[in-house]
């Protein structure tokens, strides 16, 4: 039940989706353009039309994926074996909107509203929302997520658009440069975003076993693995590490 | 296949691979979520590990990007690449937890290492 009508009018919203786009609009859409000029890149290697890249990156909204999709139609690969590497490429999605999802949901909210909330979450919009989310009215949190995903998505189909025109024309340092930046702003995303305990395990975990996921797990389901792996045993500790102060609180 | 698909479909097979061969195996795990997470609360225990794996699989991307690099990337030593990330979290922490000074700390070292090894 909304308490205050006045918090869900036409003006909140509008301001909320404002400054969504204002704080999208910065650092986040440059970084993202910078990663998705790579993508348009590749789009163009294997043969495929702009404007098919364009529309991966409104589509599938993540450049893994797209780079997936894209680099097995490059080595031959069977669509259906496409299909399949692409969708292992884009599990990390059903955590991340699960946990995305409760922090923008009210009651009420309809399905088809949170189908198309999902659609948006990638990993910048997530790690971004995860952070400001908790600290902002609920009723400002969907008009908010609005602004800021749809802007950082049309920067970066525009950019996908250029670098599919520009990439080869790139000295090999500066194509090395935007390779970067994904995992760079990424991580440094996280690092900004970690709070408790458990955000830095997971952090730790999940870079920490990578190089063993690599090794030992087959191509495709490494990243699964080891998310699930090193998620699991950074929530076991943070359980361990409660259960102790409990104990060590209530004597 | 992609011949077959050239003959039925004209020009637009390439933008029909990318809705039932990109968009849709995506698309799934988004969906499943917004069913699956009907009736979580949002302060229950399930969420704490849901985030957890979320984060470690968010970090597990980032070590596969640095440690299994593509294009322009393998020119330069895993030294470096993996240098680079660490300047920006140097970076970061030195402007008070500034992203954009961590962005160009780790731009710097990687496009000055970039230029040394492959001119």
């Known amino acids: 039940m909304p308490a205050d009508p006045a918090s869900d009018s036409p003006s909140v919203t509008w301001a909320a989706a404002r400054d969504g786009i204002r704080d999208a609009?910065?650092?986040?859409?440059?970084?993202?353009?910078?990663?998705?000029?790579?993508?348009?890149?590749?789009?163009?290697?294997?043969?495929?039309?702009?404007?098919?890249?364009?529309?991966?990156?409104?589509?599938?909204?993540?450049?893994?994926?797209?780079?997936?999709?894209f680099g097995t139609i490059a080595s031959g690969a069977a669509l259906p074996a496409v299909a399949v590497a692409v969708s292992l490429s884009s599990v990390r999605f059903l955590p991340m909107t699960m946990a995305l999802l409760p922090l923008l949901r009210r009651p009420g909210t309809p399905i088809w509203v949170l189908l198309l909330i999902s659609?948006?979450?990638?990993?910048?919009?997530?790690?971004?929302?995860?952070?400001?989310?908790?600290?902002?009215?609920?009723?400002?949190?969907?008009?908010?997520?609005?602004?800021?995903?749809?802007?950082?998505?049309?920067?970066?189909?525009?950019?996908?658009?250029?670098?599919?025109?520009?990439?080869?024309q790139l000295p090999a340092a500066l194509a090395a440069g935007l390779l970067l930046t994904s995992p760079l702003f990424f991580l440094l995303n996280m690092?900004?975003?970690?709070?408790?305990?458990?955000?830095?395990?997971?952090?730790?975990?999940?870079?920490?076993?990578?190089?063993?996921?690599?090794?030992?797990?087959?191509?495709?389901?490494?990243?699964?693995?080891?998310g699930l792996v090193g998620g699991t045993l950074a929530y076991l500790i943070h359980r361990f590490i409660k259960v102790r102060r409990a104990k060590a609180g209530a004597p | 296949?992609?011949?077959?698909?050239?003959?039925?479909?004209?020009?637009?097979?390439?933008?029909?691979?990318?809705?039932?061969?990109?968009?849709?195996?995506?698309?799934?795990?988004?969906?499943?979520?917004?069913?699956?997470?009907?009736?979580?609360?949002?302060?229950?225990?399930i969420l704490v590990w849901v985030r957890a794996v979320a984060s470690a699989l968010l970090a597990g991307v980032v070590a596969k990007l640095i440690l299994t690099p593509s294009g322009a990337l393998v020119a330069i030593p895993l030294v470096w690449r993996a240098g680079s990330l660490v300047a920006g979290v140097a970076g970061f922490y030195l402007a008070r937890r500034s992203i954009l000074?961590?962005?160009?700390?780790?731009?710097a070292l990687l496009i000055t290492a970039a230029v040394y090894f492959s001119g």
């Open chain 1, 119 to 168: 659609h948006f979450v990638a990993i910048t919009a997530w790690v971004h929302s995860m952070r400001v989310m908790p600290d902002m009215p609920p009723e400002r949190r969907i008009p908010y997520f609005f602004g800021f995903a749809n802007t950082v998505l049309v920067a970066a189909a525009l950019a996908t658009g250029a670098g599919y025109y520009l990439i080869g």
């Open chain 1, 25 to 69: 609009a910065g650092l986040p859409a440059l970084m993202l353009m910078a990663s998705l000029v790579g993508v348009g890149g590749l789009v163009r290697d294997v043969g495929f039309p702009m404007g098919a890249g364009v529309l991966s990156t409104v589509l599938i909204w993540a450049a893994p994926g797209q780079m997936v999709l």
């Open chain 1, 191 to 226: 690092v900004a975003a970690a709070k408790q305990p458990v955000d830095w395990l997971a952090l730790g975990f999940g870079i920490g076993l990578a190089p063993f996921a690599i090794a030992i797990v087959p191509s495709g389901l490494d990243l699964l693995v080891e």
């Open chain 2, 101 to 107: 000074a961590g962005v160009i700390a780790g731009e």
């Open chain 2, 1 to 45: 296949m992609i011949a077959w698909l050239e003959q039925v479909t004209g020009g637009l097979w390439p933008y029909l691979v990318v809705i039932f061969f990109g968009f849709l195996p995506s698309e799934i795990w988004r969906w499943l979520a917004v069913f699956f997470g009907r009736g979580i609360d949002e302060n229950s225990e």
